[in-house]
């Protein structure tokens, strides 16, 4: 996905706009840290945040998990959230590129 990000012609002059979308943002930011870090986003998140001595913030629950954990909710279809009505209205742009 990121060399497909990286192909991407820019749809506007660059520095006047910019309209990352959620679902390749994670893409771009997992990108950048590798490249500094040379760690995944995963890894690097475990040993420099959720394992801090003062914070209690797993980035994956045992089967052990403490009761104060909740269960995972699912979220409801992809499409339903992005056509709804009172959904925010997105640049064509953003939500469609890279073709993959």
Not at 33 to 53: D, I, M, T
Request: overall charge positive.
């Amino acid at each position: 996905m990121t060399s497909l990000l990286a192909a991407e012609e820019p749809f506007w002059q660059p520095g006047t706009r910019n309209g990352y979308h959620g679902l390749t943002y994670g893409f771009l930011v997992g990108e950048l840290v590798r490249r500094v870090s040379g760690k995944s986003l995963g890894v690097f998140f475990r040993q420099a945040v959720a394992q801090s001595p003062r914070l209690d913030l797993p980035t994956a629950l045992p089967h052990s998990a403490p009761p104060h954990a909740g269960p995972p909710l699912p979220a409801p279809p992809l499409q339903a959230r992005l056509w709804s009505a009172d959904a925010p209205a997105l640049p064509p742009p953003t939500l469609g590129h890279p073709p993959v």
